[in-house]
């Protein structure tokens, strides 16, 4: 008797079990608490945090426990939990000229207001297996930054808003009655999509497949003369106007990484010659997610600048209907699930198609 | 990782899951469906705990309008026992704590994929399509600014020739599941990845017909008794598949088989796709015949 239809549900439980084991891997070694991951894998915890749309350092370093690593599979988690809450307020706009700045650099300028600072970056690291962290972790103790760096000013100008002043960068005005920003997450996308539904989707997109666009437009495919004007990385407060109180409060402060990109533009009919800008923002340290993003960005204006717009990145449907990779991921792995149907109705048919041509040379 | 029992895996959480606002946002968007048989309804898709791809807009649709009386039948490829048929019947069977039954006759509500069962439906049903893509119209027009332009003028055209090259190239239509449907004289719809087989009982079928589409965020309907034509050609008819054998468990000839492959010699046994059907059948003490025979190409 034909049974392998049958029986889903132990199936079902008992792989779930096996997922545990695997998860927790040898019982010997003892397992990771939440406070590891997220204070020894912060950048692992901020792709989650940004693409799962939900600031919180524990649940993310929850999922990736959840997910045995596997940063989308943690995403997807993160989401479906933050799905569940409620939205309670619309924040202000963040503020990031007034950001705690752990990090600053410009490429577009030797030295100004407030210098450059490096901060934690793996930019300047010899890319050697540094051995000494594999020996156990009571040698290695860390070596703490001491406060030898000098301390940096409280607000440091945005290298966006010094050429702004002289008119060579395009100002960047809220639109009229500034509404508040639309939200994927209750109303679908619609297009042509507003920038602020555009940026909201591309902060939530896949690292990867924006590194990748972005990338494309370095080589050709959306060429637009990028200069990183300025990427910012630290603490920004998250300011809300409750209604009972009609003035803004702090609650909190989260991190992020700011990326203005400056590129050229050779004007159109009523604009002169400008720089234009592109934008990205994302949770936490996440230098590489925010410069794909701020390119990708520029790329989308193609349009809004009349520039000619045939390529994969400027494609506004194409870009933003594929950036998300929880959509991606489950919509690709859905092709595990079971497609007897459809398939013996391909089957019937190649039959039936080869017996025609069968019958056709026979009569040939 | 929580698996554990209905109450304390699901504490905490409404019925059904979706919060009561989301749950009438969703019902707004399956009236207007309903009033605008086989248009395309924008909704505001929630992120569901099942991954997209796997019946989060089916889940989100019946979420919305399953209530505590009603007793649920959920179906992959015609059978109640496929893992996912078996997930999404326990996620809803921990959420809501309504009965399951696998009789297509005994459930008011039943979400499917790929299927439409042998078993007539009845008024009052509600039959719950899970939908990978809407738009009918993809595959030959990408963009979905374009297709909503298609839609709102009833240019179909497009279609017709893919239909009429089909025939120029291999003598029928090649299009054997997901097969278009005009609903109602108006909109081009696209039935779900259900087998054409299929297609002809969705035509002024008693039962409310609705489909969602989570990753894609749209929700359609066809209300009950409305008129739903399978395109064609004047000299090309709509035609279902067939098969020249019966179900080698129930001896059932008319309802939509599955090949088994039995050996590595070519031994071949077809059986009823809905499993409840062919059950039913065989209550009804039908007569199987010899269960295995060989394929012919």
Redesign the interface.
């Known amino acids: 008797m034909y049974v392998a239809v049958k029986g889903g549900e132990t199936a079902i439980e008992n792989s779930w079990k096996l997922l545990a084991e695997t998860r927790r891997g040898d019982p010997a070694v003892p397992e990771l608490s939440l406070a590891q991951i997220a204070g020894q894998m912060p950048l692992a915890v901020a792709r989650v945090m940004g693409e799962g749309s939900l600031y919180d350092p524990g649940l993310a370093a929850l999922a990736i426990k959840q997910a045995s690593g596997d940063l989308v599979e943690a995403i997807f988690l993160l989401r479906a939990y933050r799905t569940t809450l409620p939205r309670i307020a619309v924040s202000l706009p963040l503020d990031t000229s007034r950001m705690a700045l752990r990090r600053r650099i410009s490429a577009t300028f030797k030295d100004l207001p407030g210098g450059q600072i490096l901060g934690p970056t793996y930019d300047y690291t010899q890319r050697l297996l540094d051995f000494s962290l594999a020996a156990d972790e009571s040698g290695a103790q860390a070596t703490r930054a001491g406060s030898a760096a000098e301390p940096v000013p409280d607000a440091m100008p945005r290298v966006a808003d010094l050429l702004g002043d002289e008119g060579l960068l395009e100002a960047e005005i809220p639109p009229a009655g500034d509404p508040e920003p639309a939200d994927l997450t209750r109303e679908p996308l619609d297009f042509p999509a507003a920038r602020a539904a555009r940026l909201q989707n591309l902060a939530r997109g896949d690292e990867g497949f924006l590194l990748a666009l972005g990338y494309s437009t370095q080589r050709g495919y959306a060429w637009n003369h990028p200069f990183s004007g300025e990427i910012r990385m630290g603490e920004a407060a998250v300011e809300i106007v409750p209604e009972e109180l009609g003035f803004a409060i702090d609650i909190g402060e989260i991190t992020v990484t700011e990326c203005q990109m400056v590129n050229q533009f050779a004007g159109a009919a009523g604009k002169p010659p400008q720089f234009t800008r592109g934008y990205g923002l994302v949770f936490g340290a996440s230098e590489r997610k925010a410069m794909a993003m701020a390119l990708v960005d520029r790329a989308l204006r193609a349009r809004e600048l009349s520039e000619s717009a045939g390529s994969p990145a400027q494609d506004e449907e194409f870009v933003l209907y594929h950036s998300d990779n929880v959509e991606a991921s489950g919509f690709v792995q859905h092709l595990k699930l079971p497609h007897y149907v459809d398939f013996q109705s391909e089957l019937e048919l190649i039959r039936k198609l080869r017996a025609a041509a069968g019958a056709k040379d026979e009569a040939a | 990782?929580n698996?554990g029992t209905a109450a304390d895996a699901t504490a905490g959480?409404n019925f059904a899951y979706l919060?009561e606002q989301t749950k009438r946002m969703i019902r707004r968007a399956i009236l207007k469906a309903v009033a605008i048989p086989g248009y395309q309804v924008?909704?505001?898709?929630?992120?569901?705990?099942l991954?997209?791809?796997?019946g989060?807009g089916g889940i989100q649709v019946t979420a919305a309008v399953i209530g505590p009386h009603d007793v649920l039948k959920v179906i992959?490829?015609?059978?109640d026992?496929?893992?996912?048929?078996?997930?999404i019947r326990?996620f809803f069977r921990a959420t809501t704590g309504v009965a399951t039954t696998e009789r297509t006759t005994e459930a008011t509500l039943i979400q499917t994929?790929?299927?439409i069962p042998e078993t007539p439906l009845a008024e009052g049903q509600i039959l719950v399509y899970q939908v990978?893509i809407p738009e009918p119209l993809r595959w030959l027009e990408?963009?979905?600014?374009e297709t909503r332009r298609m839609h709102a003028l009833a240019e179909y055209g497009l279609m017709h020739v893919k239909l009429y090259e089909d025939i120029s190239r291999?003598?029928?239509i090649?299009t054997?599941?997901?097969y278009p449907v005009r609903v109602n004289g108006r909109y081009l719809m696209r039935p779900s990845?259900?087998?054409?087989?299929d297609n002809p009982k969705m035509d002024r079928n008693p039962a409310l017909q609705l489909f969602g589409a989570g990753?894609e965020?749209?929700i359609y309907a066809v209300p009950p008794h409305t008129p739903v034509k399978s395109l064609d050609f004047e000299d090309h008819p709509f035609e279902v598949?067939t098969?020249d054998r019966c179900c080698a468990f129930c001896g059932a000839t008319d309802s939509?088989?599955?090949?088994?492959v039995?050996d590595d010699r070519g031994g071949r046994?077809f059986?009823c796709?809905d499993?409840d059907y062919c059950r039913g059948r065989r209550e009804q003490a039908h007569a199987a015949p010899a269960p295995v025979e060989k394929a012919?190409?």
């Open positions: 990782m698996h959480y919060d924008p909704f505001g898709s929630r992120e569901m705990p991954p997209y791809g796997w989060t992959d490829q015609g059978s026992d496929t893992t996912n048929a078996v997930n326990r994929r790929h299927r990978p990408p963009s979905e600014a291999h003598g029928k090649a054997t599941y997901d990845p259900i087998p054409k087989f990753r965020k749209r598949q098969w939509f088989l599955d090949e088994i039995t046994m059986v796709s499993t012919t190409a």
